[in-house]
Nanobody, 117 residues
Framework: QVQLVESGGGLVQAGGSLRLSCAAS????????MGWYRQAPGNQRALVAT???????NYADSGKGRFTIARDNAKNTVYLQMNSLKPEDTAVYYC???????????WGQGTQVTVSS
């Protein structure tokens, strides 16, 4: 059973930075795409960024130029470095792994990111 453990959320002032981490276990992660999604109150869960085993990345427009996703395959861990944070980045951030063949999704428990103005 795939398990995801997130860490790194918190409260930060606008313009600040945070780094989220997500450690995965229980699967063969070379066949999974790893990524981050976020959900703000009243909104649907939305893509932030994804990364493949080979390092190909995809970003939502909202984070381009400010967020960087990275992956340590030896540790089965995905990171999200968030710089120049804005109040509108406030949300619960969820780690996601998606089986590259079946499309099955696994989710972390979520970590709160709050950006104050």
């Amino acid at each position: 059973q795939v398990q995801l453990v997130e860490s790194g959320g918190g409260l930060v002032q606008a313009g600040g930075s945070l780094r989220l981490s997500c450690a995965a276990s229980g699967g063969i992660f070379s066949i999974y795409v790893m990524g981050w999604y976020r959900q703000a109150p009243g909104n649907q869960r939305a893509l932030v960024a994804t990364i493949t085993w080979g390092g190909s990345t995809n970003y939502a427009d909202s984070g381009k130029g400010r967020f960087t996703i990275a992956r340590d395959n030896a540790k089965n861990t995905v990171y999200l470095q968030m710089n120049s944070l804005k109040p509108e980045d406030t949300a619960v951030y969820y780690c996601n792994v998606r089986h590259a063949l079946s499309g099955r999704d696994y989710w972390g428990q979520g970590t709160q990111v709050t950006v104050s103005s």
